[in-house]
């Protein structure tokens, strides 16, 4: 048995959280990820809960009552590690395999999409946050941003 691989995994798995899955209901991710630290209301259509655990702060946000993204950072703000990326990644494959999307030189994000079409991930190299979301999150998102373009421009 590979002694080193079997203590980096050991040390792999406690410092990185058991994460919640997207589809999950309030209570069960307050079962996972245990007492919140914050609930807000993101403009009345998601409401985000955040958490702290292991290390990250863990922002999940939910659509009718469901978990539709979740956000982890690290507390320190330093980079997440890849192994600690490959960890969060697997923990919410839910049956699908993820798949790592090439990016543009000089983009600022890595990217997977999971297989079953059901989620994907993207790691913000500047800011080192990683996003699991639905589909459905990210176009909200983009619809929203958009909105916000707009209206900054407005009479110009």
Known sequence: MNWRALSSLILLTSSVPCTAR???????????????????????????????????WIAVYFTNGVSVAEMFVPQDRDDLRTDARDVLLEQQRQGSAWTEVQSEPMDLFQRWRR????????YHTLNHSL????????????????RGHRQRFEGF
Do not use: H
């Open 115 to 122: 297989d079953d079409g059901r989620a994907f991930a993207l």
């Open 22 to 56: 997207l589809g999950e209901t309030e209570a069960q991710v307050a079962t996972r990820y245990g007492e919140l630290l914050q609930k807000f209301d993101l403009l009345s259509t998601n409401d985000a809960t955040a958490y702290s655990t292991n290390r990250l």
């Open 131 to 146: 996003l699991i979301c639905t589909p459905q999150y990210w176009r909200w998102m983009q619809e929203k941003k958009e």
